[in-house]
């Protein structure tokens, strides 16, 4: 059995901001400002992450950043504590910083982590790691209260409130032989228009725009933007469509170029 597996951690001290680029996290893919005591929501994909009000008294910076494949499967003991045949599906780090002083916030509430994902099922695991090379497996099953966690069929929540540990989530797949390859559908930017404008695919679809006009344009999924705030021309951005639903896509900048995807 192969394993695909998803990686969070938690980074936040008192030292000054820091490039985390070399600790295999190199993408910075959404970011947050609050004010003291307000609350709010982390999006990429899908992962959210939720900031409860009252969190921070004062005001902080929270950064999501996206880590690379191979740097969680280099660490000395990956292959010897993970499960056996296991892949990184991807790693995330978390960092919040006081921005009037530009360090690490040390506390971290209790932020709540939820994965929608059509391979989440009743085998999904959970993993701690206490530092980048230690990798522990927590109390199992996942709906443990001690974890706070809830597991449902394609989907997964749970309650951060550990700084020191990073988290690793693993759900075994089927046999190599028997992996059918993941949908993918294509939507062009182009005459001030999306083509196609209406769209029905099944869930767990990948869907690349791609940017044909010279003008700049966006992507905004539900209201809330997803692609860059600029594509420009030849720029491609991809996002998974992985639950159901009807979902209203439009460009803030030429608000009248609209697409309508339907999943299934």
């Known amino acids: ?31 947050l400002d609050l004010a003291p005591g307000a609350g709010g929501t982390l999006h990429f994909q899908e992962i959210t992450l939720d900031i409860p009000k009252g969190s921070y008294p004062g005001p902080v910076h929270i950064d999501l950043l996206r880590g690379t494949r191979s740097e969680w499967q280099t660490f000395d003991d990956w292959d010897v504590v993970a499960p056996k045949n296991s892949d990184v599906l991807d790693a995330f780090a978390v960092v919040v910083t006081d921005p009037a002083t530009n360090r690490h916030v040390l506390k971290v ?25 230690s990798l522990r497996l927590t109390a ?10 809830t597991l449902a069929k394609g989907q997964l929540s749970f309650t951060l409130t550990d700084a020191a540990h990073g988290w690793v ?15 993918t559908a294509t939507v062009n930017l182009e005459h001030l228009a999306f083509n ?17 006009d010279s003008v700049p344009h966006n992507v905004v999924i539900n209201d ?11 720029q491609v951005f991809s996002y998974i469509f992985v639950k159901s639903g009807v979902y209203k896509v439009y460009c803030e900048i030429h608000p009248f ?5 339907t999943v299934k």
């Open 169 to 183: 989530v693993t759900t075994p797949t089927m046999p190599s032989t028997a992996i059918t390859a993941p949908a």
């Open 1 to 31: 059995m192969r394993t695909l597996a998803l990686t969070l951690a938690l980074f936040t001290s008192t030292t000054l901001a820091h490039d985390l680029s070399k600790a295999g996290f190199p993408e910075q893919v959404a970011s």
């Open 224 to 234: 809330v933007m997803e692609s860059p705030p600029e594509l420009s021309l030849g």
């Open 257 to 261: 170029m609209t697409l309508t995807v």
């Open 196 to 212: 196609p404008a209406q769209l029905t695919i099944p869930a767990g679809t990948t869907v690349t725009f791609v940017q044909k």
């Open 140 to 149: 199992l099953p996942l709906r443990t209260p001690a974890l706070k966690a």
């Open 109 to 133: 509430p209790a932020l709540t982590y939820t994965l929608n994902d059509v391979r989440v099922g009743p085998a999904t695991q959970l993993w701690a790691s206490g530092d980048a090379a």
